[in-house]
């Protein structure tokens, strides 16, 4: 089969590649027929590199229809339509249970200390194959899918992998009070997506920043104000919006490869070009996290207020703001999508009606061997790419 693999820092390539098989009883194989590009893959294009091994395939955003299924996947059957959530769980252990999909107990890596296996997703989280291939293997596929109709075009449903889930969580961490004030950081694919459902969830005020015209434009629709960092003070405009207080609740949507940090984008830089395994122990040990969206979202969020993160942080010693946080008495809710636990609150807004606009999110629709472009040109954040399908 042919398959999106990393090959280097700022290197992917499209390859013929082994097939993949059943391994397990709880295995099955799905025929790809959309597959997604994300915000975190650029992670491991450019700064998570050292977590990563030539030939692995990447992506984690994928939904097809069932090809092979092994003995115990349940009722799920060959020729299903189905969206894969981008962490594999079981669905049975505790943390399944307590709707914590992503901290899975079957398939967490604790030999890296981390939460369940990704798919795509580096040494970190399991080195399991990717789905931007025309095949994806799916361990745990008794609970690690999602059954959608037959009917309807794949973009009505693949966002349900990981930006729907992930920015609806990112709203209910918010946690926002009606009535009140919410500061969208970051207007990538996730923060879009979170301003589009909390302006259809919640009676609040939907704050967008950001300092890309293409994201400033796309978001214009769905906040009750937009925010440009090149010539505006978030800070001001913010204050002057809340009597002074800021806002009650502010999502971090951009994480670790924020602007405005110099000294840490080096680090990131210089890490990855690193031998592995020193690389590893860099970013596993290192304040290698650029904090200027974190360290906005603690300025413009009122006292006793909640930031919500959920743009990927990946440095072990930040130098966190602990005195403010713990000044202005801030709630932090963080962590990667729990998709399962959310699914069946989404699900009924995935109609043809078309509530949160996703059937025209993607900016860019492309074949799968245009993969290596397509990682350059959206890290370069350049011709207007925002969000990209790649179709096998």
Partial sequence: MRAVTWQGKRKVSVDTVPDPAIKE??????????????GSDLHLYEVLGAFM?????????????????????????????????FNISCGHCFMCGHGLQSQCETT??????????????????????GGQAEYLRVPQAQYTHIKVPDDGPDDRYVYLSDVLPTAWQAVEYADVPDGGTLVVLGLGPIGSMACRIAAHRKRCKV??????????????????????????DAEEIVKSHTDGRGADSVIDAVGMEAHGSPVAETLQTASGFL?????RVVMKNAGVDRLAAFNAAIALVRRGGTISLSGVYGGAADPVNMMT??????RLHMGQ?????????????????????????????LPLDAAPHA??????????????ILQP
């Fill in 25 to 38: 009883p709880t295995d099955a194989i799905i025929k790809v027929t959309s597959t997604n590009i994300c």
């Fill in 53 to 85: 091994n030539p030939g692995d395939i990447l992506g984690h955003e994928a939904m097809g229809v069932v090809e092979e299924v092994g003995a115990e996947v349940g009722d799920l059957k060959p020729g299903d339509r189905v969206v894969i959530p």
């Fill in 108 to 129: 967490q890596n604790r030999d890296q200390g981390t939460g369940a296996a990704l798919f795509g997703y580096s040494t970190l989280y399991g080195e399991v194959a």
């Fill in 207 to 232: 704050i967008g920043v950001d300092l890309v015209d293409e994201r400033l434009a796309r978001a214009q629709s769905y906040c009750d104000l937009l925010i440009d960092l090149r010539t505006e």
């Fill in 275 to 279: 031998p592995s395994p020193v690389g």
């Fill in 325 to 330: 946080l713990f000044d202005k008495q801030i």
């Fill in 337 to 365: 999508a729990n998709v399962k636990r959310w699914v069946p609150d989404i699900m009924p807004l995935l109609t043809a009606e078309d509530p949160l606009g996703v059937e025209t999110f993607a900016t860019h629709r």
């Fill in 375 to 388: 990682y350059q040109t959206f890290q370069k954040k350049a011709d207007g790419m925002v969000k990209v």
